[in-house]
């Protein structure tokens, strides 16, 4: 649409630039590898960016599938096939530490069945999280793309043997379902609860001070201890603290916090003052759970303390996870698995299943059909020993993890 004098839109007038809506990149990356391209010197291509997509969704649900978000993408081209291999399993293990590191999110890894990978790939690596609902989030994927998407987009270059050869692509991404996939694996009743890690705010102080007397020495004493605090790093990044100054009701202002998720909430009064001490509240704890501690002491373990509640995000994640995948050994077994128990919350159901399968898509297909359960990941590198098929009773080379997903 063109602007007119008076500054507005006039609809039906064309772009003064051009507007390209999609789903991926790999068009637009395509076409331009295939002018960068020329010679094995010109390789490897690595490029990561940030960018709004695009998708039809039926059924939107907030951060999980919207129609557009934003997400991170990388595509790169390769001299060879093994190159290519490395870059997409070097993707998918950075994503499984920065989820887990991070986000404090236990992850399974692996690789989707045929049925389930990015269409025109030859491998999809994937990170799938079990969130509170037990089912599963798909939070991370990386693509090999071999040489299909080169020949598609005349992606070629000259070899070192003088040859003319086809080039080898990965695409991978994470998208802002993350932020969804914190949300429900961390979150409560009271709101969000952010890992460390990555909570924009770490610590907030809370002044406590209904008389105007005692009001100027409380602040004063929450602007030097946040002073004192933001001299402290927690991992390699100094402490992000905010003192809330706002003139309202101490309740409000924490209940505020809480559901913001902010990992460490400290109230200071005038008692607390005449103790040269200060209450401590931790959001991986329960609401009402709070602790007194002198000043410098907590000066001295913040980073310590900080710690401790990203691992302890880490561990429950793990735990509950744990408590909720399951080795079934029966076709029946695993059909009474995913049939909800509870009818007052029929979305509940048991949560992640190991099983034997034996590749055939029509079982798979006839699963997804019949319970809405997909495979999520064929782990790669699994231990577990061969088996038989609990759906056909034919050989299976390793147990496969199932679920309801999202």
Known sequence: MEVDKDGKMRPGSPLTEPLVVRPTSETIIGASYAR??????????????????????MRPRLFLRTTEF?????????????????????????????????????????????????????????????????????????HFLGQNFARASGIQFQNREGKQEFGWTTSWGMTTRLIGTLIMMHGDDDGIVLPPRIAPTQIVILPVATKEESRTRVMEACDNLALQLRGKSFGELPLEVEVDRRDIGGGVKNWEWIKKGVPIR????????????????????????????????????????????????????????????????????????????????????GGFALAHWNGSREEEERIKNDLKVTIRVVPLGDSSEPGKCIFTGEPSARRVVWAKSY
Do not use: C
């Open 36 to 57: 960068w391209v020329q010679s094995y010197r010109d390789l490897p291509v690595l490029i990561n960016q940030w960018a709004n997509v695009v998708r039809w969704e």
């Open 70 to 142: 934003l997400w991170q993408e990388g595509h790169t081209v390769h001299e060879t096939e093994s190159e290519a291999r490395a870059e997409a399993k070097l993707i998918l293990d950075l994503y499984e530490r920065f989820v887990r590191d991070h986000l404090a999110i236990p992850v399974f890894t692996g690789e989707k069945s045929e049925s389930e990978k990015f269409p025109g790939a030859e491998q999809t690596l994937t990170i799938e999280a079990m969130v509170q609902d037990r089912r599963a989030i798909q939070a991370g994927t990386s």
């Open 266 to 349: 400290i109230e200071i009064g005038p008692r607390d003052l005449e103790k040269n001490a200060l209450v401590i509240s931790r959001r991986d704890q329960p609401i009402k759970t709070k602790e007194s501690m002198p000043t410098q002491e907590f000066v001295a373990v913040v980073p310590e303390i900080l710690t401790s509640i990203q691992q302890n995000l880490l561990e429950r994640a793990k735990k509950f996870r744990e408590e909720n995948t399951h080795v079934i050994e029966s076709k029946k077994d695993f059909y009474d698995f995913f049939t909800p128990k509870n009818t007052e919350k029929p979305e509940i159901h």
